[in-house]
């Protein structure tokens, strides 16, 4: 699956965006989905997952209460909604599939990644 990543950009504190994730190639609902980041110095660290029909899902700490992650398997896209963005949020932000039927939070989780979009949030 191939998957390419959109929506990042500059953002006041404050402020929200919508990142969008679409695949192509294999079949999209069979894969349970993931939105990382990485800032720079930092390693890549997993804020959200979603199952295949998106019933299940997982944030990190750092960004619960504040951003969102939903799919549509019809649109095969897989959404990440940032809401009361912060300065530290700034990072590039990587979609990620996973072929195994459980949410994955590592990085050796995923299968496939798309290419990172990024984020930057001015204070």
């Known amino acids: 699956v191939q998957l390419q990543a959109s929506g990042g950009g500059l953002v006041q504190a404050g402020g929200s965006l919508r990142l969008s994730c679409v695949a192509s190639g294999r079949t999209f609902s069979s894969y349970y989905m993931g939105w990382f980041r990485q800032a720079p110095g930092l390693e890549r660290e997993c804020l959200a997952a979603i199952s295949r029909g998106g019933s299940n899902t997982y944030y990190a700490d750092s960004v619960k209460g504040r951003f969102t992650i939903s799919r549509d398997n019809a649109k095969n896209t897989v959404y990440l909604q940032m809401n009361s963005l912060k300065p530290e949020d700034t990072a590039v932000y990587y979609c990620?599939?996973?072929?195994?039927?459980?949410?994955?939070?590592?990085?050796?989780?995923?299968?496939?990644w798309g290419q990172g979009t990024l984020v930057t949030v001015s204070s």
């Open positions: 990620a599939a996973r072929g195994y039927s459980s949410l994955g939070i590592r990085t050796s989780d995923y299968d496939y």
